[in-house]
């Protein structure tokens, strides 16, 4: 007998690989030599786990999540029944690839079956200065551009800096404001609201505050209302 192919055939390259969403897909097969490719769109802070469910003493079958570059971003390739990968959180939106493939062949019938359960939960994607969600636990910055932010409902950003007196301190925070509505407040040393920038356009500043004295001044900010493709905003 030959080796059956399943409904999604043929997947074999990611370039050809069958486009799925999240859930349980049963009834499906692994031939030698024929690789199974699934793509799924995700969203930044998704959450994906692969579930794959087979008997290993039919064919071992090994499984692999991609970018869509084909970097290999986790994997599970042990000998035994069931493979299973995640949750991972993904950092870009994009179309990310499932493999799966059989290793090694075995037992009465060529190939062999498997269930593929993918879950996806949607989170919001932090940002390498968290936790800094209080005025005591703001993330020490110097002046000049910061990137790659991000802000999460519930999940304020503090950030702290150095004044010295004579110093025109001034803060611009920039983002789209149709992926959610982000407000910016300037603190002094005594944690006293200084200035604040609180519209529902893209985009927020205040400055130019003199400081009279030296100390440590801070800025928030909160995530006001959240909106767009994804949770949070950056």
């Known amino acids: 007998p030959s080796c059956v192919d ?4 043929d997947n074999d390259t990611a370039a050809a690989a069958s486009t799925i969403t999240a859930g349980l897909y049963s009834g499906l097969g692994a031939c030698v030599s024929d690789e199974d490719y699934y793509a799924i769109d995700l969203l930044p802070g ?3 786990s692969v579930d794959l469910t087979f008997t290993d003493a039919e064919g071992d079958i ?3 999540l991609q970018d869509d570059s084909g970097n290999v971003l986790d994997s599970s390739m042990t000998t035994s029944d069931n493979e299973s990968i995640g949750p991972y959180t993904v950092p870009t939106a994009g179309t990310y690839i499932i493999r ?3 290793w ?3 037992g009465s019938v060529p190939g062999n079956s498997y269930d593929l359960d993918i879950g996806v939960v949607s989170t919001c994607l932090e940002d390498s200065y ?3 969600d209080s005025p005591a636990a703001a993330s020490s910055v110097s002046g000049g551009l910061i990137s790659g932010l991000s802000v999460c409902s519930s999940d304020d950003d503090y950030f702290s800096f150095t004044v010295t007196t004579g110093d025109t301190v001034s803060a611009d925070l920039i983002f789209s404001d149709a992926e959610g509505d982000i407000d910016l407040r300037l603190y002094d040393d005594n944690n006293v609201l200084i200035a604040s920038s609180l519209t529902t356009s893209d985009n927020e500043s205040v400055g130019s505050w003199l400081s009279l004295e030296s100390g440590t001044w801070k800025v928030r900010a909160n995530l006001f209302l959240d909106a767009g493709l994804y949770l949070g905003n950056s």
């Open 6 to 9: 399943d409904a999604y055939e």
């Open 46 to 48: 998704d959450e994906i």
């Open 62 to 64: 090994d499984l692999q």
């Open 100 to 102: 799966a493939w059989l």
């Open 104 to 106: 090694s062949d075995a």
């Open 130 to 132: 968290e936790d800094n």
